[in-house]
């Protein structure tokens, strides 16, 4: 059974930084794309950045210049690098991923969030 379990959020002021990380664990055969979406209350869950097993990369409009997405393949694990926060970053990160185990096919996951508050 594969778990990911993300870390690094927490409270920020407005023009900080954090570095989130997701790292997957279990029977993993091979892991395909690796992505961070978020989810503010009231507001649909929505994509933030997806970085492919080529490492091809693609960005949410409002965070482009400011987030880096990454993965290190030996450690099973994708970061999001986060600066310049804006209040309006603040939501639940959750991290997700495309992973084919070693006994069955390949399925998306999803970690159990991680919060980021920005503060003004």
């Known amino acids: 059974q594969v778990q990911l379990v993300e870390s690094g959020g927490g409270l920020v002021q407005a023009g900080g930084s954090l570095r989130l990380s997701c790292v997957a664990s279990?029977?993993?055969?091979?892991?395909?794309?690796m992505g961070w979406y978020r989810q503010a209350p009231g507001k649909q869950r929505e994509l933030v950045a997806v970085?492919?097993?080529?490492?091809?990369?693609n960005y949410e409009d409002s965070v482009k210049g400011r987030f880096t997405i990454s993965r290190d393949n030996a450690k099973n694990t994708v970061y999001l690098q986060m600066n310049s926060l804006k209040p309006e970053d603040t939501a639940l990160y959750y991290c997700?991923?495309?992973?084919?185990?070693?006994?069955?096919?390949?399925?998306?996951?999803w970690g159990q969030g991680t919060l980021v508050t920005v503060s003004s």
């Open positions: 997700n991923a495309n992973i084919r185990t070693l006994h069955s096919g390949s399925y998306y996951y």
């Open positions: 279990g029977s993993i055969f091979s892991i395909n794309n």
């Open positions: 970085i492919t097993s080529g490492l091809s990369t």
